[in-house]
């Protein structure tokens, strides 16, 4: 952790992408940092923990970690609003979250300059519910959006981020994917700048307050911003043609391609032996029109390299009409829209995009290969938990409700007590749901985290609107699977807001707070319980075996 | 190169600090690591490349030089990875699967030497345990074993210089004592 804050421009030191995210928020002097972990976006608040925890920590810096990515986002505005250099970090889904907030704050845009990193995991590595792609929110929200392919880049573009940020007073999102966040490679130091001193909220109700009829000036001021914003775009060096060849005008062929895909482009013409012209797009939106159509001009065919959806694709399609109608335009034809890109679909699609003969190593091996499923640790204490539910009911017979953390690993062989999985916190809501609609028995799990995060608005509706599901909110004192982060209920000073006294206050009557590792008393409960008219919860208490002191 | 095994192993450990390592003999490097619930008992498969000019951090298909086995039935997965050039060397360690019967060591090598023959099994996990009192350091023997042998063309002086600057100081005594071990 020293080494990140070496104050040594021009060194090299290796970084993950997510810290070199850090890095760069420390070299911009940034004030004010706020995220909810989630994987593959988690180190990037845990390296601001550490420091801020350390001997080393940053005067004139504010981390926290929120109770969820809407509150994170929030926070991040009010401390924009004052005037201070702020960081939100989430994971794709958090950007969901936050998404009623984020749309006001482009209308309203940044005082202090505001960069939010938001990290998709495309083959769903570590992301139940869905492979979402967020460049589409990007879009949805006129957010300007950058797309860095390493750790370097990852640096230079927060800061890039902040930058424009400052100039047009608009929140900018920086957006990884897996491959780009938790990638490790040399990263050359920059100056570190030293954070500014604190905020001032000056009343600036034109600016800040979204009533109509000045909500539709607003939407019209970020309209023209982003025209501006463009024209930055066009002339940005981090929209960049790279080719060995001086004359592109004679060439029929060209690729173009963004984030990590750029790597694996770069990677197959390497493996091919081909020189093509490729347009690496730093900024996915505002599109560089003007450089992209002056590219696009005398081929006959592009190639469009990107993850999942495509968005890129259709946006050149249009633009290819305006310019070069008989250009063809060649995205997902090669390029698969389910699952992460890896080097060799770039080799193979180029190969056919070129024809150039190429032989793909076969490793289609005859051997036998066991399937590994990820399982709950030895000694954990859900463990205790699962066993208590399995002695107190026909497990055929109840409906099991999922939510996200390490206890969906309960849909997993050998536990397979899981019916449904959303989002966070809908395990509650959907029991109730289906509490109305049906008279079967339903036991619904949702972690200490989670609950906290968005389980309390669902267990409110459940009181107010009477259905009677079983919750067990599995309390082990810390946001496990994200890598052991703190929440309300388990914070670093040791005063916890108690889930018990919630949920109480939220008007459920039929409430134990219960250490699984006390079957009998836990196997009694369940049964009680199932049979009640009214919700009950049951917090399952007992600490990660991580966190136990 | 891959380093293959099941979550808690240290692969990310052992990936930093050879990226350290090639980092002081002036290589371009990309890694690439998997964290969160992939990480949880699963399998763990973590990539390393460097070299001159390097671009992606994933290693293609079939192209892997050196997979780092710390457990041998991550092996056979790693083998989409592999061809008949590729280098194995595997800590001689099983971790069962669950409602699996587990290949046999037997099954294992036999499969993997239908691949290549340069598949090397290495008794990391027992050597030790026995001279050093526990197993955790087995992907370091390993990985020490790997630069001594010139399977990985980094100087063990440089694996040597990174395992300082990597492995915190309560467990560095340990592991100087594995990479003395491997010396050996």
New interface residues.
Partial sequence: MEEILLNKPGKKIILLGNEAIVRGALEEGVNFVSTYPGTPASEIGDTFSKIQNSKFKIQNLYFEYSTNEKVALEAGIGASFSGLKTLVAMKDFGLNVCLDALLPFLYTGTKGPTVIVVADDPSCHSSAQSEENTRGLALLAHIPALEPSDPQECKDFVKLGFQISEKFKIPVMIRTTTRVSHQRAPVKLGKITKSGIGGKFIKEPKRFVTMPPRVLEMKKELLEKIEKIQEFSEKNSINKIKTQKLEIKNLKLGIITSGISFLYVMEALKELNLDLPVLKLGFFYPLPEKKIKNFIKDFKKVLIVEELDPYLEKEIERLAKEVNCKLKVIGKELIPEVGELKPEIAIIALAKFTNTKYKIQNTKYKIQILKRFPQLCPGCPYWFVFSAIKKAVDTKKVIFGGDIGCYMLFGLPPLNIQDYLFCMGSSVGIAHGIKKATKQKLITFIGDSTFFHAGIPALINTVYNKSNPLIIILDNQTTAMTGHQPHPGAPKDKNPIKIEDIVKACGVKNLKVIDPIHQKEFINTVKEFLNKKEVSVIVARRPCKFVRT | MLIVG??GQGQITL??IL??AA?SEDY????????????????VEVHLRFGK?I?????????ADLILGLEM??C??A?????SKTAFLINKYIVP????K??TEK?ILK??K??SKKVTLIEAANICQKELGTNIVAGIYLLSLASFKKLIPLKPVSILKAIKKIIPEKYLELNLKTFNLAKT
């Fill in positions: 099941t979550g990936l930093q990226a350290e980092l371009n490097i990309k890694t690439s690591e998997l964290h969160g619930l992939s990480q949880r008992g699963g399998s000019k671009f992606s951090p994933l290693v293609s298909q079939g192209k039935q991550e056979l997965k083998c989409y990875f592999a061809n699967i669950p409602l699996q587990p290949l099954e499969n993997l239908k691949i």
